[in-house]
């Protein structure tokens, strides 16, 4: 099956400094990717839908000038988490489809984000 | 928006026995889709039904869907102790749309 790569797996940082994650699409290309985000003992909540060559498109109460997503080729997506905060710590999880092929969405393995 | 509520929120049972979680939602739908996730960790793929379809099977896991009801079920026949995992539904509205998860379930299977 398709494979989408995350990187990285986990990552520890300060409090005020940014922190970018990366979704690879490996073998398919993905024109559309997804931003989620995870909360212990929670759901995957969408954050955003990122398209390749433009602007992604925000889920309500996610602040895109805090999460600045950049999908500038049809394999990779990266997510930017500027000026984290403890309240940001979360597991991210990016996911793409392939839209010519009506299959499951692929998902990344996830980001651990820890802010201290 | 959360758009699926799965039920129960958490079961446990014994190795060896059958769960069955539910899964509802809210609007049209074009496949749904179980994964399941160990803790803090990512999701993995179990099946995927399509709108048009009311059943299916992989392995010990059977899902059936009623779009008339908007509701799936997700049958795990004799579990194992590896089957403890949080189990969500999520939805499409097509092929390449978001998938929007439910709540999920908590199944702990104890040996």
């Known amino acids: 099956g398709a494979v989408v790569s995350q990187h990285p797996s986990w990552v520890i940082c300060k409090s005020g400094t940014s922190v970018k994650i990366e979704c690879r699409s490996l073998d398919f290309q993905a024109t559309t990717m997804f931003w989620y985000r995870q909360f212990p003992k929670q759901s995957l909540m969408l954050m955003a839908t990122s398209n390749e060559g433009s602007k992604a498109t925000y889920e309500q109460g996610v602040e895109k000038d805090k999460f600045l997503i950049n999908h500038a080729s049809l394999t990779l997506s990266t997510l930017t988490v500027t000026s984290a905060h403890p309240e940001d710590s979360s597991f991210y999880i990016c996911?793409?489809?392939?839209?010519?092929?009506?299959?499951?969405?692929?998902f990344g393995q996830g980001t651990r984000l820890t802010v201290v | 928006s959360q758009q699926g509520e799965e039920d129960p929120q958490a079961l446990s049972i014994q190795e060896g026995e059958n769960a069955t979680m539910n899964c509802s939602y809210k609007?049209?739908?074009?496949?749904l889709q179980w994964y399941r996730q160990n803790s803090g960790r990512g999701l993995v793929h179990l099946i995927l039904?399509?709108?048009?379809?009311r059943e299916k099977h992989s392995g010990r896991l059977r899902v059936t869907l009623d779009t008339s009801k908007k509701s799936s079920s997700l049958l795990i026949t004799a579990s194992r102790a590896a089957d403890t995992a949080s189990y969500f539904c999520a939805t499409d509205t097509s092929g390449n749309t978001p998938l929007v998860f439910g709540k999920g379930t908590r199944l702990s299977v104890i040996a």
């Open positions: 039904i399509r709108s048009n379809e």
């Open positions: 609007t049209s739908i074009n496949n």
């Open positions: 996911s793409a489809r392939d839209i010519y092929v009506n299959t499951e969405a692929f």
